[in-house]
């Protein structure tokens, strides 16, 4: 007892010497430092998995949903070709949701049943596209399979979209996923009821960028501004044309941003109101056409109804000289009705000259235009009969179709050439589509299908 009275004595006088005490100090700082380091490692690793994880799974969101659009249009279109083609979307889309799947740091049944629909997509897709290929018709059997299958990825679209919904609401993290695995992630799948799942609005899917850019927009830039007539202009003639948008009323103050040189050159303004609300306006340096304009300004309340703003947008249209525009689709964000039109020539809809009208909902104002698919195409064209008529066009289509509109149309290719069809709309199975049908050959030349949401009518 005495040998260890003698030793914390010892210990004791040790600490009076300021170098040992030094050390102490010194050596706790490291462990502190190293407290510290080791913390903030932690919070960025897990930051990065979770940033990592996100990603993972928003592209398997994404994937999931191509898979559902494609099976769709499997299952509406009647031709070989194009049945080959969207059921080799299906397998390559289904295959590449399976690598984002498997990402994700949950093992549960429900993702095991989600890995094996996935897989036995892509597996039967891949030998009905190489059937198609063969030019051999599906079986009963195969639409059923098929049809059944889409509706089991509808279901599953929604799923994620719920727990999409859950993790950016801070119901749920990745980190409660990856600790508790199965079990968080049962509960929270046990959680959503199919009442939920069929009540979910389709919002999770959007756009990026104000302006949808409608069906056939990754086809309209060319080369030949065919649109883009007359002659160059100065900077104040532009200037000119550009507070003719708005009627020259209201204007307090217009700053010129200069030239600019690009796909369509231009002159830039920056307008200022006497609300102290601002805009933005280009006008092409050939011909002074208007390319686009942005008013700002702050939207509160809905007023109008979209019939009403439809009617605003024409009216607007017809006064600024674009004349026989008809409304394809509509994006509601935020007060603010997007609405796009295409040309119609002798009863032809033009889907290539497109033009886009922003109009506010609370007073009808037109707040934005944008016209380069316009500019880039538009001119009269030489149209002739069609050598497969209506009724035989409809004929190649798919027998269960049922069939509510049927028009001409011209599409654009991915070739950066037109092709006259007969456009039908219709629906099948609760699916609203449009199919193209060509009316030089009678083949299927596309398929669309329509989702019809609250904020507006897109297409896939």
Known sequence: ?????????????????????????????????????????????????????????????????????????????????????????????????????????????????????????????????????????????????????????????????????????????????????????????????????????????????LIYDGAFSEHITTAEKVGLTGENIDEETAKNKATELFNNENIKEVTSYGRSEGDINSYNFGITFNDDSTATVSISEKGGHVIYMDKNREVTAEVISQEEADEKAKQYLEEKGFKNMKETYYLKQSGIVTINYAYVQEDVVMYADLIKVKVALDNGEILGIETTGYLNSHKERDLEEPKVTMEEAKESLNDELTIESEELAMIPTEWKTEVLCWEFEGNYDGLDFIVYVNCETGKEEDVLIITNTPNGTLTH
Do not use: C
């Open 1 to 209: 007892m005495g040998k260890i009275k003698n030793k914390l004595i010892d210990w004791k006088n040790r600490l009076k010497d300021r170098h040992m005490l030094s050390i102490i100090v010194v050596l706790f700082s490291i462990i502190v430092i190293l407290g510290i380091y080791t913390y903030k490692k932690q919070i960025e690793y897990r930051q990065a998995s979770e940033n990592s994880y996100n990603e993972a799974f928003y592209e398997l969101v994404d994937y999931v949903q191509n898979v559902e659009v494609y099976l769709a249009k499997s299952l509406i279109s009647n031709s070989p070709e194009s049945g080959a083609d969207s059921l080799t979307n299906v397998w390559r889309e289904a295959n590449l949701a399976m690598a984002y799947l498997a990402q994700l740091p949950i093992s549960s049944n429900e993702l095991e049943n989600t890995s094996k629909f996935l897989n036995q997509v892509s597996e039967y897709s891949y030998s009905l596209s190489r059937k198609a290929i063969d030019d051999k018709e599906l079986t009963d059997d195969d639409m059923n399979n098929l049809k059944e299958l889409h509706e089991y990825s509808v279901e599953l679209e929604n799923t994620l979209n719920q727990l999409s919904a859950d993790i950016n609401d801070g119901r749920i993290s990745w980190g409660e996923l990856t600790d508790e695995g199965t079990v968080a992630f049962a509960q929270q799948v046990s959680n959503i009821s199919q009442d939920s799942f069929d009540n979910l609005e389709q919002t999770f899917h959007e756009y990026s960028g």
